[in-house]
């Protein structure tokens, strides 16, 4: 085989990532939405075009989340409206792509990364937005990219970033 057949065979190989996109946010949000009715995470999508209705699109979601009060924090990964990498159904529990806990004797200090991978299938080659909705038990408003104390201090308190990665991977 030739140098030059090799390196086709390599350029149409099943399992090539063929391109990458990323949405990153870098503000803060609360949410006081509850686990059953989720708030979308604004600002943290991203917008990928499949080359070929076949391939599959890797979700990557690192998500950094505080809270309120010690609390449950729950979400979805979502292809447009519709919900990607959901759990079965099980009695009347919320079915989610993720979850956390946040526990801490004060609670407003508390913070967490949340990070998870969906391999999803789309089956267009049209424009397809990826997004996130996110809720928290009983009372708790939930932070994007802060600590939900919020202070202004250098030694005790931080800001983050939020990204979601979108992998186009050929079928």
Request: aromatic share 2%.
């Amino acid at each position: 085989m030739t140098r030059a057949r090799t390196l086709a065979n390599l350029l149409t190989t099943s399992g090539r990532i063929v391109q990458v996109v990323q949405g990153v946010k870098s503000d803060t949000q609360s949410i006081t939405a509850n686990l059953a009715t989720k708030d979308t995470v604004t600002g943290l999508n991203a917008t990928i075009t499949p080359t070929s209705s076949d391939s599959k699109i890797l979700v990557q979601l690192h998500m950094h989340v505080g809270a309120s009060i010690d609390t449950h924090v729950a979400g979805l990964m979502l292809r447009g409206s519709t919900e990607i990498g959901i759990a079965d159904a099980s009695g009347s529990r919320t079915r989610n792509s993720f979850a956390c806990g946040l526990k801490s004797t004060s609670g407003d200090w508390c913070t967490a990364m949340i990070s998870q991978s969906v391999l999803d299938s789309p089956a267009t080659t049209s424009a397809t937005t990826y997004s996130v909705k996110i809720g928290g038990n009983g009372s708790a408003t939930v932070t994007v990219n802060f600590d939900e104390r919020n202070t202004d201090g250098a030694t005790d308190t931080s800001i983050c970033i939020s990204t979601i990665t979108l992998m186009e991977v050929l079928a």
